[in-house]
Nanobody, 115 residues
Framework: QVQLVESGGGLVQAGGSLRLSCAAS????????MGWYRQAPGKQRDLVAT???????NYADSVKGRFTISRNNAKNTVDLQMNSLKPDDTAVYYC?????????WGQGTQVTVSS
């Protein structure tokens, strides 16, 4: 099993920045995908950004050019740098680990962007 612990959420004004971090522990396969999803109240959980262990990235259109995902394979961490935040970015952000059909989620961290 894989355990994920997120940190870095909080309250920020529109236009501001936040950085989320996620640390994975447990049985970590060398080849995997780690990333971030978010869920706003009353809405489904959506992809924000993912990154494979080989460095390929995928971003939601709504965050392209504003958010940057990065990871440290040696430390099994994945970060999300969020710039130019908008009120629409307000959500609970979840870290996710995927490998060969296995998926693990973090507990979520709240990001609130005030206008």
């Amino acid at each position: 099993q894989v355990q994920l612990v997120e940190s870095g959420g909080g309250l920020v004004q529109a236009g501001g920045s936040l950085r989320l971090s996620c640390a994975a522990s447990g049985r970590i396969s060398r080849l995997n995908v780690m990333g971030w999803y978010r869920q706003a109240p009353g809405k489904q959980r959506d992809l924000v950004a993912t990154m494979t262990s080989s460095g390929s990235t995928n971003y939601a259109d709504s965050v392209k050019g504003r958010f940057t995902i990065s990871r440290n394979n040696a430390k099994n961490t994945v970060d999300l740098q969020m710039n130019s935040l908008k009120p629409d970015d307000t959500a609970v952000y979840y870290c996710r680990f995927n490998f060969a059909g296995y998926s693990a989620w973090g507990q979520g961290t709240q990001v609130t962007v005030s206008s």
